[in-house]
C-alpha cells in the first residue's frame, strides 16, 4: 500500500485498506484494472498460503483477461489453437519428409529388375515406388488445399 491510497482490491471493493493487506503487494492502486478484471471474472479470495499467492494473482490475470477476449473458452481456446497449429505443422513436415525422400530414391540410380533379390527388403520398395510418390504428392495437395480453406475463414493457421 503506498501512503494513503488504497490498493486496488480494497478501492473497488470499497473497504479500508489496512497496512497488512494480502491484496496491496499484488493489486497496486496504480493498476486498478488488473483486480477488475480478476474480480469480474473469479471473485475474490485469500485462502493461498503466501509463497503461492505472487503465481496465483499470475494466473488469475492471465486468465481473467482470456476470459475478456473469448467469454467461452478463455485460455483453453488458445491452447487448443496452438496445439491445432503444432499438429498441421507436424503434418507439413511429415509430408516435406516424405517428399525428400522420394526425391532421394528418384535419384539412386535404378538397378535392373533381374538383379533384384525378393529377400531383399528394397525390393518392395523399388515394387511400390509410383504409389507411395502418388500419395505423397496428393497428401501435399490436400494439407494445402485445407490450410487454404481455413485462412478464407480467417483462421489463419499457417501463412
Not at 20 to 33: L, Q, V, W
Not at 128 to 151: C, G, M, T, W
Request: some cysteine.
Amino acid at each position: 500500500m503506498g501512503g494513503n491510497s488504497p490498493c486496488a482490491s480494497c478501492k473497488l471493493l470499497r473497504r479500508r485498506c489496512a497496512k497488512d493487506c494480502i491484496f496491496s503487494p499484488y493489486f497496486p492502486s496504480d493498476d486498478p484494472h488488473k483486480f477488475a478484471i480478476v474480480h469480474k471474472v473469479f471473485g475474490a479470495s485469500n485462502d493461498l498460503p503466501v509463497h503461492q499467492r505472487a503465481d496465483a494473482v499470475s494466473s488469475l490475470v492471465y486468465e481473467a483477461n482470456a476470459r475478456v477476449r473469448d467469454p467461452v473458452y478463455g485460455c483453453v481456446g488458445a491452447i487448443s489453437y496452438l496445439q491445432n497449429q503444432v499438429s498441421q505443422l507436424q503434418m507439413q513436415l511429415a509430408v516435406a519428409q516424405a517428399e525428400i525422400l522420394c526425391v532421394q530414391m528418384q535419384q539412386e540410380p535404378a538397378m535392373p529388375s533381374t538383379q533384384l533379390d525378393p529377400d531383399d527388403k528394397s525390393y518392395f520398395l523399388h515394387d511400390n515406388l509410383p504409389q507411395y510418390l502418388n500419395f505423397a504428392s496428393s497428401s501435399s495437395n490436400v494439407i494445402h488445399d485445407s490450410l487454404k480453406r481455413e485462412s478464407i475463414f480467417g483462421h489463419d493457421m499457417v501463412s
